[in-house]
């Protein structure tokens, strides 16, 4: 998932993206523990798509705050 099409969710979809993710993270963590996974770029990109979609959320969480300031001024 590239981050225009994470910038394109909702706060409620992309939070709701990112709860399968971290799921399948940790099926990902279980399968090479175990050693039954196949594809390890896969663990990579699932981490590194997590922090893109963490990122936006925070980026959006101090929007709304730098708006409510601009707001009480």
């Known amino acids: 998932m590239?981050?225009?099409e994470i910038r394109?969710?909702?706060t409620e979809q992309l939070k709701a993206q990112m709860d399968?993710?971290?799921?399948e993270l940790m099926n990902l963590r279980f399968q090479?523990?175990?050693g039954e996974l196949k594809?390890?770029?896969?663990?990579?990109?699932?981490r590194r798509t997590i922090a893109?979609?963490?990122?936006?959320l925070?980026?959006?969480e101090r929007q709304l705050l730098m708006e409510g300031i601009e707001g009480i001024e």
């Open 32 to 34: 090479q523990v175990t």
């Open 52 to 56: 893109r979609m963490f990122t936006v």
């Open 39 to 46: 594809d390890h770029t896969r663990l990579s990109y699932v």
């Open 20 to 23: 399968e993710y971290r799921e």
């Open 2 to 4: 590239t981050i225009t």
């Open 8 to 10: 394109t969710l909702s």
């Open 58 to 60: 925070k980026e959006r």
